[in-house]
């Protein structure tokens, strides 16, 4: 099998680079972060000139069409910058869901603006009871005379405070887990009956807490009419943990670079750091750690279209590794900058914590672990 990458995809690698390189330095996103809303909307048109947001939009809807090997060359240079803009609620994950379930002109009504850097999505997904399983959705959506009211919490949604429109998954049928009856609705942030907390995140990212109370919402707004949106909220989100897989490589190979820098300039009892045999073993193997989770990655991104079951798994499996991977690496890092590596000066600090947030989000490494053993089960019967 041919792993290389076409000369296109290349291209998008470099540019992606050269664009982190010169316009996202780590002062820069200090900047962002301190400001008021936590964001760029410079860079975020920047992103769209650049077809970064239409990067998986279909080709009729004013997007490039590409798919997710794409998107992971994009992701694991958004990593190596810790870039806070809402790219993967929107692009990787809003854009999927609206491309799998939307009907014609509800593509043709929210993809446009997306492409053109002019709106941006929140996937208001995860519940207090549901611990990462997908099918637990106690949001309920009940039909009205003039469309549907949803009732319920979500928390942690990510890029919310941000977002124009929400996603909101909602059980349209009574019984809680049933795989059937879950829709995705399109709601205005903005709309009435909707209660909103807002707060940073760990990372540096924005997210919000987001109570539903008799949110009144027209019929068009259920994606697709579809009261059957497991299956695709499942692939999108595989494919969201490939993407972040990939960015926690970018940010992975940051730490490694910076660390081997810092202990070549450190001098200890008159020499540099470096030069101690058992440290250099010890970013041996960080890099290890590094290429074991690119593979793994990769192996996720590259399932990304196949059936559900082999999907499900490499996604799996690349939390699993990325997981502790991640953890390893950011851990080394801080442990040879010593006390350096976790004031607010250095970068290792922040890149330790985003990928602290990647190891939750979606589910935790133990949660995966035992989905993957499942799903291994499945397969084999």
């Known amino acids: 099998m041919d792993l290389s990458l076409s000369d296109e995809q290349r291209l998008l690698g470099d540019a ?20 008021t809303e936590g964001f760029s909307r410079e860079i975020w048109r920047e992103f769209a000139d650049l077809g970064w ?35 993967l ?23 446009p603006p997306i492409v053109a850097g002019k709106s941006r999505l929140a996937f208001a997904q995860a519940e ?3 611990r990462f399983a997908l099918d637990d959705v106690a949001t309920k959506a009940v039909r009205t005379s003039v469309g549907w009211r949803l009732e319920g919490r979500k928390d942690v949604v990510l890029g919310a405070p941000w977002a124009d429109h929400l996603l909101v998954v909602a059980r349209i049928s009574p019984t809680q887990r049933d795989r059937s009856g879950i829709g995705v609705f399109v709601v205005p942030s903005s709309a009435a009956g909707i209660v909103r907390t807002d707060y940073q995140t760990l990372d540096g990212g924005r997210a919000s807490n987001i109570v539903f109370s008799e949110a009144a919402v027209p019929t068009d707004a259920l994606l697709g009419g579809s009261e059957h949106a497991l299956p695709a909220i499942e692939k999108v989100t ?42 250099r073993h010890r970013m041996a193997a960080m890099a290890v750690k590094i290429e074991e989770a690119r593979a793994s990655a990769l192996n996720a991104v590259l399932a990304a279209d196949a059936d559900p079951l082999t999907r499900a798994r490499a996604a799996s499996s ?13 851990e080394q890092a801080v442990q040879l900058h010593g006390g350096m590596g976790v004031t607010e000066e250095l ?34 019967a």
């Open 16 to 35: 992606a680079s050269r664009f982190i390189a010169g316009r996202y330095s780590f002062e820069a996103r200090r900047t962002i972060l301190q400001s």
């Open 318 to 330: 690349a939390k699993v590794k990325v997981g502790r991977s991640g953890r390893f690496v950011a």
């Open 53 to 87: 947001l239409g990067l998986s939009v279909p080709e009729e809807f004013g997007g490039l069409g590409a798919g997710a090997v794409e998107t992971g060359i994009v992701m694991e240079a958004l990593g190596r910058a810790l870039v806070v803009e809402p790219y």
């Open 128 to 130: 207090p009871q549901a």
């Open 89 to 111: 609620a929107t692009a990787v994950i809003a854009v999927p869901l609206i491309a799998e379930l939307g009907s014609q002109q509800q593509k043709a009504e929210l993809l």
């Open 238 to 279: 595989d494919n969201a943990i490939a993407a972040m897989a990939s960015e926690a490589v970018g940010c992975m190979q940051v730490l490694l670079e910076t660390t081997i820098a810092y202990t070549k300039q450190r001098i200890q009892f008159g020499k540099p750091l470096a030069d101690n045999q058992v440290l």
């Open 347 to 380: 970068n290792v600090g922040a890149y330790f914590k985003r990928l602290m947030a990647i190891d939750i989000i979606f589910g935790s490494p133990e949660f995966h672990l035992q989905r993957h053993a499942r799903l291994s089960r499945q397969q084999a």
